[in-house]
């Protein structure tokens, strides 16, 4: 039962962490309407190891490029020394917001926020949020050109994906489009601004919760992290592809629905 439960674990976060959906939100609402409790803001946070192996691996190619000096294919690479500057940026926002939150508000994690209300209401209203960013135009804005300010706008954005709901890839990719990104390239760099957020946030949470981690099934969550891996890179694949030519409107009917379900089951 515990390899049931922690590979459904995996597939959730893996194929939520990067679609605009909030995998936060899903890991709770899903994992209780199949029967599995409430796996927690520990637990998730450990799984999501699994999502940043799968980002450094998908993408590993264009980060072998950057630091191979004499690769031919650096200049074709879209990573660069301003994109590794720009992610910095945009992670300063997480730090200082979930540091606040971690030292000043201990137990967030089991707040109100964490509700099925609050799921649903934020579900809802981020829906909107993607609307106006996917009709938005002017999309000329790419990975090179872009501002350092944007970078710390969508930073900024970002950080407030802890709140279950907001889902981190929704948030950084609809304020790139509100900019003006190519979806591409908003996509894309919404991945790579996961890698220091998801990373920071589990490392966090592990060392928090040290006593906790122990309680937890070795193999099992071994294969939990295993199928959160192989689950984030069909995500990453699927958004990238998906995004560049439809856009975000099925995650906005999606997150309509969603939040629309959650509060009338919620009330029964």
Same mark, same amino acid.
């Given at each position: 039962?515990?390899?049931?439960?922690?590979?459904?674990?995996?597939?959730?976060?893996?194929?939520?962490?990067?679609?605009?959906?909030?995998?936060?939100?899903?890991?709770?609402?899903?994992?209780?309407?199949?029967?599995?409790?409430?796996?927690?803001?520990?637990?998730?946070?450990?799984?999501?190891?699994?999502?940043?192996?799968?980002?450094?691996?998908?993408?590993?190619?264009?980060?072998?490029?950057?630091?191979?000096?004499?690769?031919? /294919?650096?200049?074709?690479?879209?990573?660069?020394?301003?994109?590794? /500057?720009? +992610?910095?940026?945009?992670?300063?926002?997480?730090?200082?917001?979930?540091?606040?939150?971690?030292?000043?508000?201990?137990?967030?994690?089991?707040?109100?926020?964490?509700?099925?209300?609050?799921?649903?209401?934020?579900?809802?209203?981020?829906?909107?949020?993607?609307?106006?960013?996917? +009709?938005?135009?002017?999309?000329?804005?790419?990975?090179?050109?872009?501002?350092?300010?944007?970078?710390?706008?969508?930073?900024?954005?970002?950080?407030?994906?802890? =709140?279950?709901?907001?889902?981190?890839?929704?948030?950084?990719?609809?304020?790139?489009?509100?900019? *003006?990104?190519?979806?591409?390239?908003?996509?894309?760099?919404?991945?790579?601004?996961?890698?220091?957020?998801?990373?920071?946030?589990?490392?966090?949470?592990?060392?928090?919760? =040290?006593?906790?981690?122990?309680?937890?099934?070795?193999?099992?969550? &071994?294969?939990?992290?295993?199928?959160?891996?192989?689950?984030? &890179?069909?995500?990453?694949?699927?958004?990238? /592809?998906?995004?560049?030519?439809?856009?975000?409107? =099925?995650?906005?009917?999606?997150?309509?629905?969603? *939040?629309?379900?959650?509060?009338?089951?919620?009330?029964?």
């Amino acid at each position: 039962m515990d390899y049931l439960k922690f590979i459904f674990y995996g597939l959730i976060q893996g194929l939520t962490e990067f679609i605009p959906v909030s995998s936060t939100a899903h890991l709770k609402i899903v994992s209780l309407l199949f029967g599995f409790s409430d796996p927690g803001s520990s637990l998730s946070a450990i799984i999501q190891f699994g999502s940043v192996i799968a980002i450094f691996w998908y993408f590993r190619i264009n980060i072998f490029n950057l630091h191979n000096r004499n690769s031919k /294919k650096i200049n074709n690479s879209f990573i660069s020394h301003k994109l590794y /500057k720009s +992610i910095f940026i945009s992670t300063i926002p997480v730090i200082l917001l979930g540091g606040i939150i971690k030292l000043f508000i201990p137990g967030f994690s089991d707040s109100f926020l964490r509700s099925n209300f609050s799921i649903a209401v934020v579900s809802i209203f981020m829906a909107f949020i993607m609307l106006f960013a996917d +009709i938005s135009t002017n999309k000329s804005i790419t990975l090179r050109n872009h501002k350092y300010f944007q970078s710390l706008v969508i930073g900024i954005t970002q950080a407030f994906a802890i =709140i279950p709901g907001v889902s981190r890839s929704g948030a950084s990719i609809s304020m790139a489009l509100l900019f *003006g990104w190519e979806r591409k390239d908003a996509t894309q760099f919404s991945f790579f601004l996961g890698i220091p957020a998801i990373s920071l946030a589990a490392i966090v949470e592990l060392l928090s919760s =040290i006593n906790q981690f122990s309680t937890f099934p070795f193999l099992p969550l &071994l294969a939990g992290l295993i199928t959160t891996f192989f689950t984030s &890179l069909l995500a990453i694949d699927f958004l990238i /592809k998906y995004i560049s030519t439809k856009g975000l409107k =099925i995650f906005i009917y999606y997150r309509l629905a969603f *939040g629309i379900l959650i509060l009338f089951f919620d009330n029964f």
